[in-house]
């Protein structure tokens, strides 16, 4: 197996939605968890994720994982690889994005970095070295009030330089409205002087694609899955890759009892929770009681173990941002995202140990903590449930087949829970 891109994701749920653009762009892709085993079955793909849950680790060791995934798509071929990131960028000063694209930079050997969260599809531009969700600049959007990665600066160029050791510069929109050669002619301008890495702006579609040819140029990149897309374009029109790729998914139905986790603390997530309720069993967890045991752990495998038969439900442990700064100033920031975490992956493992083959997730922590139980070495990518969740099938488990859907907090329609299920056979 060749590999015609290599992607290193930071979470679960930002694998799952580059997977998901690589696919709909015509590349055989695959999304792992973890390195993979030397001995993991893959079948012949274009593209493999893998998916590290390193966004909020120490920074060193999320260095030190996101270089053993190097080397393995490396020793496949891999002549580019992607450091997948959150479009919004979620970070804070101490890392991680920034020490991660350092050590992946001197690795490769490449001069100076493109690094763009943007996705203008998902309303995630950059202008002037400024990220924008929607209209507004990310400082003053909802998100950024993420529990453990608040982002309070939308000047990246700012961000950025706060994490890394290299000096960081901007090629601004001027510059990638007149197309490769002057991005091009740009990037080695900065790299002259010493600058290590370059935040693009990006507005328009068609700027991913400038963006996906000059990174092309390079053996590191740094974004979202909007920079995937550019990168997977500039690899089907080059020729690399013959974009009739279909779904690697497998049409048979899995069946089985179905089930949903909810960790997210976005508003998105919480207006697709009171909507579930309308149609499914909805158990709302006490925050308190999971990060001061596991009683609420087990209270809610029991509640869901009396009502899978009937259909699908729902088990929620999230909780407004308020409700969430008040658990973190009486149990501190990491404990109870800890606390919580190992609550939701808990109840994942007890829902599989009692038939379910059919799990929504949302959020990213959450997604990890869950797949991480669960021992789920890879996923083959599906249909499309919304913008950037795509349903998976679960590859290389002992206990049968599974079905999967992952979701960042803030993707997805009013009534994902149950537009996902209806896609989940």
């Known amino acids: 197996m060749t590999l015609a891109l290599g992607c290193i994701a930071d979470d679960y749920t930002g694998a799952s939605d580059l997977a998901n653009t690589l696919t709909r762009a015509g590349l055989r892709t695959v999304q792992t968890i973890g390195v993979p085993a030397a001995d993991l079955a893959l079948p012949e793909v274009d593209a493999v994720v893998v998916s590290l849950k390193s966004r909020s680790i120490e920074a060193g060791l999320a260095v030190t994982r996101s270089r053993a995934a190097e080397k393995w798509l490396r020793g496949r071929g891999a002549a580019h690889i992607l450091f997948k ?9 101490a890392g991680n994005i920034g020490p991660v694209m350092d050590a992946l930079r001197a690795d490769s050997g490449d001069p100076i970095v493109v690094v763009t969260p943007a996705f203008p599809e998902t309303g995630r531009t950059v202008y002037q070295g400024n990220l924008f969700v929607g209209s507004v600049p990310l400082n003053e959007s909802p998100l950024k009030d993420h529990p453990l990665n608040p982002m309070h600066d939308s000047n990246l160029v700012r961000v950025l330089a706060r994490q890394s050791g290299m000096k960081v510069g901007l090629v601004d929109l001027a510059t990638l409205s007149r197309g490769v ?3 091009r002619a740009k990037l080695a301008d900065l790299a002259a002087k010493g600058i290590g890495a ?5 507005v328009f579609d068609r700027d991913l694609e400038t963006i996906g040819r000059v990174a092309l140029d390079h053996r590191v990149s740094v974004g979202a899955s909007g920079i995937g897309l550019g990168l997977a374009r500039a690899l089907v029109a080059g020729g690399t890759v013959k974009a009739d790729a279909a779904s690697a998914l497998p049409d048979a139905a899995v069946g ?9 603390c976005s508003q998105a997530t919480l207006q697709q929770i009171a909507n579930a309720e309308q149609v499914m069993p909805v158990l709302h967890l006490d925050p308190e009681r999971v990060v001061t045991g596991k009683d609420e752990a087990q209270r809610a495998l029991a509640w869901a173990k009396d009502r899978i038969g009937d259909g699908p439900i729902l088990i929620a442990s999230s909780a407004t941002p308020d409700e969430v700064a008040g658990l973190q100033s009486r149990h501190g920031r990491d404990a109870a995202g800890h606390a919580i975490e190992q609550a939701m992956a808990d109840i994942a493992e007890g829902l599989v140990q009692a038939g379910v083959r059919r799990l929504v997730v949302a959020g990213g922590e959450t997604s990890g903590a869950a797949v991480d139980r669960l021992r789920i070495p890879g996923f083959l990518v599906g249909a499309e449930i919304a913008a950037g969740v795509p349903v998976l099938r679960a590859v290389g488990m002992t206990s049968g087949d599974m079905l999967l859907a992952l979701k960042s907090g803030n993707f997805g329609g009013p009534e994902f829970f149950s537009d996902a299920l209806a896609l989940m056979r």
């Open 85 to 93: 990131i959150c479009s919004t960028f979620d970070s804070t000063d």
């Open 181 to 183: 050669e002057a991005v």
């Open 198 to 202: 370059a935040i693009i702006d990006a």
């Open 256 to 264: 089985g009892p179905a089930a949903c986790l909810a960790g997210s």
